[in-house]
Nanobody
């Protein structure tokens, strides 16, 4: 089927930067929207940023001007460039994809396993 695998998380100081990647693989026919979500301890998972097939992007108010989402369509990789990180950005970041796959043909929402981002004060 389809797998989403995130990478790039880690520990960074306030004001630092990280770039997350999410590689999609498997029997992919078409990737529609892809996005990033995060979940901090004791909080619900929240949307951070997403990007559609025609490159339209949406951001949470809390990350506007600091985060940038992009896609490499040829390699099926989603990126999240995070600049000027703050302690409140700490959490597990998940990749999400609205993907049309074959075997049989189906359109499904997939999730990665998550990558930890920790921003120290």
């Amino acid at each position: 089927q389809v797998q989403l695998v995130e990478s790039g998380g880690g520990l960074v100081q306030t004001g630092g930067s990280l770039r997350l990647s999410c590689a999609a693989s498997g029997t992919i026919l078409k990737i529609n929207r892809m996005g990033w979500y995060r979940q901090a301890p004791g909080h619900q998972r929240e949307a951070v940023a997403d990007i559609t097939g025609d490159e339209s992007t949406t951001y949470a108010d809390s990350v506007k001007g600091r985060f940038s989402v992009s896609r490499d369509h040829a390699k099926n990789i989603l990126y999240l460039q995070m600049n000027n990180l703050k302690p409140e950005d700490t959490g597990v970041y998940y990749c999400n994809g609205d993907i049309l796959a074959i075997g049989p043909i189906s359109r499904t929402e997939y999730w990665g396993q998550g990558t930890q981002v920790t921003v120290s004060a």
